[in-house]
């Protein structure tokens, strides 16, 4: 779909009507409704499956549409003039006066924002009056969509409409950091933890497997591609490769000279950004040729490769 202002209007019409539509972001698609909506909110959880207890982010145009519903501070301030639009959602504290619905929060008094940097998605937003609930377009604890064609392949039409804009840059969620108190990172994605720390010139505590879920990612078993995923498998080029079991597929960070029909690259040389940018267009494509089982080989633990890692370590829980 080639995307015209006519799109935009179309999009507009069925949010205001309470429906759930696909929308693009930089990160990954999300599956957006009226935030302020609680029969709109309540349809993004029947569609997705998600559990109640799973806050949402909820996406804005800019930082004036937020003062009506969250309280800044200094940490906020910092970040958002250095990283927003962007892949970074902040968890804030509520204002008294928000609308946003209590079914978006878990009824908690905190809220998950961001300012995604997708233009379509950003005109989007300008021509509404309320922010958007945008978890990302599939089935709670499945791989993420990157593109139009995989929201339609996981719900078919029980989604009214998808504003398609093309497939998403970053291929990763957006990286979440609770700025209530002292910054702490929630879950690691589309902004390195480092440059974030740079900005804030201070240390940032990692919590990522809480026991309380007070962010999207932190769940166990998340980023499921449906069938098993096993990490860090290292000599796999033996010369009885085209013996190897015909179920299993292969990832590999880089391309090898010695290619199979069951190997699989997220990337050509090696790179980390073009690595999550394919990464879930690469599990869903084994998935969909009906492999049984996915091997990864090991991905550097540093920039976006430790985003990347901890994708693969909730999809290894299968």
């Known amino acids: 779909m080639k995307f015209n202002q006519s799109n935009i209007k179309k999009a507009k019409k069925y949010l205001d009507k309470n429906y759930c539509i696909g929308v693009p972001t930089e990160t990954v698609y999300g599956l957006a409704a009226n935030a302020y909506s609680n029969q709109a909110v309540q349809k993004i959880y029947k569609l997705k499956k998600r559990p109640k207890s799973n806050p949402l982010i909820v996406h804005y145009y800019g930082i004036n549409d937020l003062k009506k519903d969250c309280l800044f501070n200094k940490n906020f301030l910092k970040l958002y003039k250095k990283f927003s639009p962007g892949p970074i959602t902040y968890i804030l ?7 946003i619905s209590k079914i978006v929060t878990n009824k908690k008094n905190n809220l998950a924002v961001r300012f995604p940097k997708h233009k379509i998605f ?3 937003l300008r021509k509404l009056d309320y922010p958007l609930a945008a978890p990302s377009a599939n089935i709670s604890s499945k791989l993420s969509a990157v593109q139009s064609s995989d929201i339609k392949e996981d719900f078919g039409n029980k989604i009214k409409y998808i504003l398609d804009g093309g497939k998403s840059n970053i291929g990763l969620e957006s990286t979440i950091i609770d700025l209530r108190k002292k910054p702490k990172i929630l879950r690691l994605g589309g902004l390195e933890t480092s440059k974030i720390k740079k900005i804030l010139s201070t240390k940032i505590r990692i919590s990522i497997n809480p026991k309380k879920q007070i962010a999207p990612g932190q769940s166990k078993l998340h980023y499921s591609p449906g069938i098993p995923l096993k990490m860090n498998f290292k000599k796999i080029l033996r010369k009885n490769i085209k013996k190897s079991i015909i179920n299993e ?9 010695n290619n199979h029909s069951n ?6 040389k090696g790179d980390l950004r073009e690595a999550a940018k394919n990464l879930y267009t690469c599990l869903r494509k084994i998935k969909n040729r009906g492999y049984k089982q996915i091997y990864v080989e090991k991905i550097p633990n540093f920039g976006l490769g430790k985003a990347i ?3 693969l370590i909730k999809a290894s829980k299968y």
Do not use: E, H, M, Q
């Not at 504290?93 to 609308?99: D, E, G, H």
């Not at 190997?263 to 050509?268: A, R, T």
């Open 309 to 311: 890692n901890d994708r």
């Open 263 to 268: 190997f699989f690259y997220l990337s050509k």
């Open 122 to 124: 950003r005109k989007l």
């Open 249 to 257: 597929a292969y990832v590999f960070i880089k391309r090898k000279k």
């Open 93 to 99: 504290n509520l204002t008294k006066n928000s609308k």
